[in-house]
Structures are given as structure tokens and as C-alpha cells.
């Protein structure tokens, strides 16, 4: 079986993950993974950092998309480009996303739906919202729905909804460190966007993630350096190999793992490297 | 004494900033508990926390919006809080309000209840109004305050500027305009911008965020007074930041990021802490063996050098620019999950037991 199956499983996946945990690798990596494939592939930025940029490598497409822009575009394409003109010039694009909370999250999915309707691309990987944000930002259109009883934003609001509840049009791929703290975080996220938000999960991706056999203690004189360094390394190991067995025993959901890189500086070689190692992943 | 040991002596606020993962609400904590040993009453603010962190400071019901003392043997005391920004909102307009029938008029407004709960920067703006409660209650002498995980933390330092410039707004004067002409909502939502306004959004929105301007109307100096003693806290010469990091390129950039934002802003850096850093065992002595099983070894120790040497340059542009010597905190086996292990993390914060790796 394909390991990389579940890249093809749905036509936009969102990657999602607290702060620190490598959500941007992770999207870079699958982005370069899925071209290597043959897939035509965009992936989107939303925190104004055109880091991913830089990173993916050739026969990937980049797409920033910030909520004033997004709005701008929206209501320029609905209509209202006089209004948009009038929200712009006077600053009131923060009383309306005041006023409808999760209206900035909505034109931004919004402009990914539009995109995914183009059918220019096999697949569109979503760098999701920084520090943790993923589950208001997926609910955004959900929550928005109760509170706004018509006008386009509504319809907007709607179509993206029916979009992330559609399972072969969009899915979440969450991204978590093999440790405690974000183990437990990612499970709860998990929970949140499946059983309340009711979205489609793919594989979870376990970041940086050590492995390797145990080094033999036994071997080096005990007080020694290389014994203190061994044990540290095996002690991380053991926490690796514990916490992402919690996670398949916690959550019902297939796992990716990418390896702890010997370098921390994250370039386009070592995602052609971890993307490549990904493929041949049992 | 370290940077870290003089900031704790002279600080009355201490701002921990920092990206998100980089241990920043731990690093508060354990900072409260070298506080309270060293005899001071010492509150931490902690946005957020993960529950493993109200379980390590001994509070099993887990952190509420009021402060909860500590079960810690030690000469000071240690409180902790986890902010809670819609109540503490609610207490600023009742605090504010002419009377109790407009902070009802208020607290019941939908568009008051989104503005509580979401507008960009009410977090932090609630954070900051906090700190100036917290630091006015004679119950501490030493507030703590973990920021909120946002891309931007240091919004923190305009974030009380945030409500009073919305107050200040050309729309916002337009739509409080009923209350001074006697015009009425529906009269106010027909001009024309608000009207382009409410074809976006619909018009009930719309006419739910007229009736909060009516309803704030005459709270415009309360609020501004506030927000203008909260940023003169902030810059106060007793208030400390603390730049928190990870040894990664990317939270480097973002701290160094934040230390550039404060310096412009005239603030400094007093502290900088470099959690999760690789623990350096020097080079491996000798030769490297042959045989398999001991090449591990040898590998494993050179390997963990290598890092820990490329960790201190990636953090030496952040030396640079503020002239602070970082305090380094090891990756540990595993997470702080009791007091003893937060202790652990204040030990290592101030005995000053740094990787070999610091002095390279």
C-alpha cells in the first residue's frame, strides 16, 4: 500500500498543531512529498511569513492569503467593490470582523473553497493559523452560521461549511511532538474537530521523532561522558517510543512519523530528504 | 549573580515573552517559586495553561480566574491564576459603568459579548489590565505574567491602547451619534456607511453594535485613564521582560523579533532564558571504535556536542543584539508533572548549572 495514500484522500487538507510543534515542516514536507508523487499541489500561508516559500522546492505552488485581503477580494467579487473601497479607506474592516466574529476566518476559507472549485490543483495544503487557533478558525463558519441570520457572508459562511464537513473535499491532518504536553494536546484538538466540528482527521504526524535502537549502557564506564550521554539519549527515546503509544492508544487515527533531524536549521534539502523518507514509510 | 538573579531581586512585574512551545508558562512558574522562596508574595498569570500544569502546581480542580495559593513549604507565597479575558472585561465596564443599569445594558450587548471574547487583542489587552490589578492588590509584591500565545505577544504593550483608539473611531462617533441627537438605532443604521456595512454583515449585527456604542457612551475616559496606567506599569523601571526562547532558528528570529520591539519601545531586555537545549557531553575522548555496538556510543556523544555547539550559534545573534548572557535550561527526559519537577526547572534557572556547551 501506498503510504502516501491519504495525501489523495481529500482535495484540501489543513495541517494543524500548536505552537513549536513544526507545522510548517510538516506542511512543507507533504507539499514536496505530494508533488513527488505527480500531484499538482498549492499550498497556502496564512501568517503573512512567506517562509514555506523557500522551503518546498520545485512544481509547488505558494499562496499567502491574509483576512483584510481576503475580505477586500470577497466583497469585490460580490458586488460590493464599493463598499469594499469604503471599508478599506476608512479602517472598518475591524468593526465588521468585530461585529461577526470569525468573519476573517471565513473570507480566508472561503478563498481556499474558491480555489478547490477551480480544480487547478490535485491537492492544497494549508499551513493552518499559528498558536493553536486551528479550532476557531475551523469552526469560524459553524459558530458563525448561529449568530448571522442572512446576508452574504452567511452564504459564504454556509458553502465553506459544506466544504470542511465533506470528507473527500477536505480534511485535517494534525501535528504533534512525541512528548507529554503535546500528546495531550493534540488529542484533545483531535476531539474537538471530529466529534463537535465534525471534520474529517487524516493521519496524525508525529514531528521530530527519535528513533533508533537503544544504545548499550553496559559498554561505557559508568560516570563517564559517553555513559551520561548515552543514557540521556535512551531516556528520550523512551519517552519518543511511550508517548506515541499513548497516541495510538488514545486516538484512533494512523500515524506519519518524521524523523528527529541531525540539523534543527529546516532547508529545501532536508525537506526533499524527510519527504523522501516518507514514501517508503510502512 | 546572573541577570535572572538581580531582574528577581528589583522587579515588581516580571513579562515573560516568547513564542508558543517554548515553555513559557513553565518558566513563569518556576520563576514564582524562587520568588516565594526567596520571601516574596508572588502571583503568576498564566494564560491558557495546559491542565498538566495546574497539576503540577498542586491544583488538581485546576487554575480559575482568581488567584489560588499554593501548597508550597516556603518563607514567601505563591498564587496563581489562569486569566479568564470576558470576566475580567466584566469586571472593567462594571468598575467603569454610571450605574448599574448601563453596565446591564452593556454585559447583555451580543456585540459586547464578541468583543469580550474575540476581538484582536482583548486578550492581551486583558492580560495587561490584570497585571495593574494584580500589581495594586496589597496581597502581592511580585506579579508574574506569562504572555498570550500570540504571533504577535508584544501586541500586549498597545494592546490597553486597542479599546480606547476603537472608541476613537470616526464610525464609532457615528454610531454613538443617536444618544447626542436623540436619534434612534434603526434612523442610525441607515447612514450610508453603516448601511454598506450592514449588507456585509446583516443588519441585526449591525444594529446590536449601534446599541453597545449608545450604551458605552460616557465610559470613554474611565476606560482611557485605565489603559493609560497600565502602559505606565508596563514602562515602569520595576517592570522586567523576560525573553523566553527554544534553540531553534525560528523562535531565535521571533525573540530576537520581540527584543527589537521592546528596545524601540524603550523597555529592554532584562532576562533571557534558552529552554530545551540539547545537554553538551564534550567530544568523545579517543578513537573512534570500530565495532558496532560501541560506535553508537561514540556517535551518539559527538552527535549531542554537535548539536549543543550549533544551538549556541544559532542563539549568539540574540546575544548580540541585547547583551544579555542567556540562562540555559536541558531538554529533560521527560515534562514537569509535579512541584518537585517545576522545582527542578527553578534549580537549574538559578544555580546556574549551564551545558558545558555555554562556554564555547
Known sequence: MNPLQFLTDAHVAIVAGKGGVGKTTVTAVLARAAADQGLRVLVVELDGKPTLATLVGAGVQCLALTPPAALAEYLQTHGLGRVAKRLATSGVIEVVATAA??????????????????RSYDLILVDGPAAGHAITFLMAPANLLKLVRGGPIRSQAAEVAE??????????????LPETTPV?????TAHALKD???????PVVVNAYDEGEDLQLDLAPSGSALHAAAEFRNARRELHRRETQRLTDTLQLAQVRLPLLASSVLDKASVAELAAGLGVQS | MTELDAMM?????????????VGKTTTAA????????DGRRCVVVTIDPAKRLADALGVPGGLTNDPIRLPIDSPGELWALMLDTATTFDGLVTANAADPDQATRILTNSFYRNIAGSLGGTQEYMAAERLLALHLDDRFDLVIVDTPPTRNALDFLDAPRTLARFIDHPVFKLMMMPTRRGLRVLSIVAQPLLRSIGRVIGTEVLADAVAFFQAFDGMQTGFRNRADEVIDLLHGNTTAFVLVASPRVDTIEEARFFARRLTEKGLGVAAIIVNRATPDFGEPEGRRPRSAPKVALFDNQAELHTRSVAEHQ???PLVADTDRLPTWVPLLPGDVHDLDGLDQIRALLFTGSAPAGASQ
Open chain 1, 101 to 118: 466574529p470569525g468573519i476573517d476566518d471565513i473570507v480566508v476559507l472561503g478563498k481556499i473553497k474558491q480555489v478547490e472549485q477551480s
Open chain 1, 163 to 176: 466544504m470542511l464537513a465533506d470528507p473527500a473535499r477536505s480534511q485535517v491532518i494534525l501535528v504533534t
Open chain 1, 184 to 188: 495531550n494536546e493534540v488529542v484533545e
Open chain 1, 196 to 202: 463537535d466540528a465534525g471534520l474529517r482527521l487524516g
Open chain 2, 9 to 21: 531581586s528589583t522587579a515588581d512585574v516580571v513579562v515573560c515573552c516568547g513564542s508558543g512551545g
Open chain 2, 30 to 37: 518556576a520563576l514564582g517559586l524562587q520568588a516565594a522562596r
Open chain 2, 314 to 316: 544559532y542563539v549568539a
